[in-house]
């Protein structure tokens, strides 16, 4: 038998989303810059006969049953598509928190496809891994090589990688979940109707947090009517020495600040901890 693989499924942060409208197929259509972080969740593969999944860490009680774990349902899915396809047990390190706004989830099920695809000598442009992808959920392509890039559309249209400066940046969830659909059903969009506001500003990589800065992420206010504490952790955040920057990632409940150089940000993570010590808090650097 081949010998266990590993790999890191590390935390996506929308540092952008501009939302443009609903579509007719009932999609809102998005525009949004995606970068990856240093922290996340590990998984590994040990390849044997039947699959299956073993989770531990502080949040793996919150990551679903094996009926609805996305690292499984990518495997099935991969496996419908490539016949003989080798599988195997998934230990899954969960440190994410869970309906975050970060892709934990996503990046799993992404991270399993990685894993099974150097098990079997596909390369990631197969196009059953790529469906296997695309039909996990709307974040798992841009998961599957996660480098920071633009993404469109309702996440099947991505733009070549990025090579980002590297940020230094504050992670805060208040340990509240926060359902997708429901923020999105609360941006309120009719079929068809378009969203008014700015285009979303051309990346300059020589100052990339004023880029940032003159962007937004369209579903913030209503994960705000939501969820009041997403307000009180960007307010925090705000509040800390040299904080360039602070929003939401995705749709909450994860906000991000970024700052200058990573004493600034581990400074600004021990403030936030010291005033909610019960809060998921992570000083990190995303690319």
């Known amino acids: 038998m081949p010998p266990p ?27 949004s810059l995606v970068a990856f972080a240093g922290t996340g969740d590990d998984l590994r593969l040990e ?5 299956a999944l073993r989770a531990r860490g502080p949040t793996a009680i919150l990551a679903g049953s094996d009926a609805d774990n ?17 599988l195997g047990t998934f230990h899954l390190t ?6 975050a706004g970060i892709g934990g989830g996503s990046s799993d099920a992404a991270a ?11 390369p990631l442009s197969h196009a059953g891994l790529r469906e296997a ?17 633009m993404m469109r559309g309702a996440g099947e249209e991505l733009g070549a990688p990025l090579n980002l400066p590297r940020l230094f940046a504050v992670l805060v969830n208040p340990r509240v979940p926060v359902e997708t659909p429901a923020v999105f059903k609360a941006l309120g969009l009719r079929l068809g109707q378009a969203l008014a506001g700015a285009e979303h500003p051309s990346i300059e990589r020589s100052a990339l947090i004023d880029t940032l ?8 206010p ?50 936030v901890r010291r005033a909610r010590p019960d809060w998921w808090v992570k000083a990190t650097s995303l690319r």
């Open 213 to 220: 800065s003159a962007a937004r992420n369209d579903l913030e």
């Open 112 to 122: 399993a496809l990685r894993l099974l695809a150097r098990l079997n000598g596909l």
């Open 70 to 86: 996305l690292v499984l349902k990518a495997a099935r899915l991969l496996a419908d598509r490539v016949e003989g396809l080798q």
């Open 5 to 31: 693989l590993a790999t890191r499924a590390p935390a996506k942060i929308n540092l952008t989303l501009h939302v443009f409208g609903r579509r007719a197929d009932g999609y809102h259509e998005l525009e």
């Open 94 to 99: 969960k440190r994410l928190p869970v309906a």
């Open 222 to 271: 209503p994960a705000l009517h939501i969820q009041p504490l997403i307000g009180e952790a960007l307010g925090l955040l705000r509040q800390t020495r040299g904080c360039r920057l602070a929003r939401m990632s995705g749709s909450g409940a994860t906000v991000f600040g970024l700052y200058d150089d990573c004493e600034a940000a581990a400074a600004a993570a021990k403030a």
């Open 47 to 51: 390849p044997g006969p039947r699959l």
């Open 133 to 149: 992808a695309r039909l996990t959920g709307a974040d798992v392509p841009v998961c599957l090589e996660p480098r920071a890039r």
